[in-house]
């Protein structure tokens, strides 16, 4: 299924690292680093050999040595990107669960936005995973550039637009201001993704619903992207993509594969699956649906990364899906949006 036939490849991650400190639905207190650290233990359960994962992040001087050593525990990595910060502390964020689900946020010592040399060198890989953990990491003109050199490679360039609707208060309290010119930001992205909540803010309206959530990912992909996805959750995801007739999409639902531990990071789990299995085989509706299997794996499995189950995405997915599996694999291309349905 892979296209890659051994080529050696570049992942940069681009977004911030941060030390968690989280008190989950039941009561219980840990703390853990996470941020993109997420999304490169996820990568790095997944890739093969010949796959280099490049994080690109600013980190306090408190906490350098420990992060790298860390993410270089994750498997290939080069830390060329991590930028200590002598004079700032790694940021904190403090989780609370409400529910499995619901949690409040907050968010002390921001850092700067990224330099020009870690864009730079994020350019020059063949995938650019970008993850808006504080919304300042790059503003809509660098993301511009950087979308601008990707695209000059051939690249890819995946935004999850997290808190890119935030600002922050001094005290770290959240703010939510939506997503500014939405149009312009995602425009410079190969493929975007937002939660449900997300999606709200971006489009500044309520979106309720699995005929309104594919309406809003059409809309979005309508402003540029080749696709859009809206994570849902326990329901599953919602994709709208482009096809050489118009724009196609699937409601798409969640994996079952065992007991719920923890839906810290599952989002960003999904986006790793999603670039790592849209690589193989260049196909979003097989793509979104192993990247809801990626999700639902770091659910319910305990601390950060350990994902390699993920691997065997052909013998996981009748586990998760059923008889759904066989549009898979029969190449199905989900709904045409803008016309009558098919498939």
């Not at 201001?177 to 149009?183: E, P």
């Not at 992207?225 to 993509?241: C, D, E, F, K, N």
């Not at 531990?261 to 649906?289: E, H, K, P």
Request: charged share 20%.
């Amino acid at each position: 299924m892979s296209r890659n036939f051994g080529k050696q490849m570049k992942i940069a991650i681009l977004g911030t690292v941060v030390y968690d400190d989280i008190i989950t639905h039941l009561g219980e207190h840990r703390q853990s680093y996470g941020g993109i650290t997420y999304n490169v233990a996820a990568l790095g359960s997944l890739v093969d050999e010949n796959t280099e994962l490049v994080p690109i992040a600013q980190v306090g001087t408190d906490r350098y040595d420990e992060v790298v050593e860390l993410f270089r525990s994750f498997g290939r990595i080069s830390t060329d990107g991590m930028n200590r910060m002598p004079d700032r502390k790694t940021p904190m964020v403090k989780l609370r669960f409400t529910s499995i689900t619901a949690r409040t946020e907050n968010l002390l010592y921001v850092p700067p936005p990224l330099t020009e040399d870690q864009l730079a060198l994020a350019a020059e890989c063949d995938i650019v995973l970008v993850n808006f953990i504080t919304g300042q990491e790059l503003d809509a003109n660098a993301l511009y550039s950087l979308g601008r050199d990707v695209k000059k490679r051939d690249g890819h360039l995946h935004v999850d637009i997290h808190n890119s609707i935030s600002e922050w208060t001094e005290s770290g309290e959240r703010e939510f201001v939506g997503l500014r010119d939405w149009r312009k930001w995602v425009a410079q992205a190969t493929t975007v993704q937002m939660n449900e909540f997300e999606v709200e803010h971006v489009l500044h309206r309520p979106v309720r619903g699995s005929d309104e959530y594919l309406a809003a990912a059409a809309e979005i992909a309508a402003a540029g992207p080749r696709g859009a996805m809206i994570t849902l959750g326990p329901q599953g995801s919602v994709l709208a993509y482009h096809r050489d007739d118009g724009i196609y999409g699937c409601v798409w639902p969640a994996a079952d594969l065992g007991t719920v531990i923890d839906t810290t990071g599952c989002g960003d789990s999904f986006s790793a699956g999603f670039v790592w299995f849209y690589l193989q085989n260049r196909d979003m509706v097989y793509a979104n649906a192993a990247a809801n299997v990626v999700g639902d794996i770091n659910c319910i499995t305990p601390g950060i990364g350990n994902l390699q189950r993920a691997r065997e995405m052909p013998d996981l997915l009748p586990q998760a899906f059923g008889e759904r599996v066989d549009r898979l694999t029969s190449g199905w291309v989900g709904h045409r949006l803008s016309g009558e349905s098919e498939g």
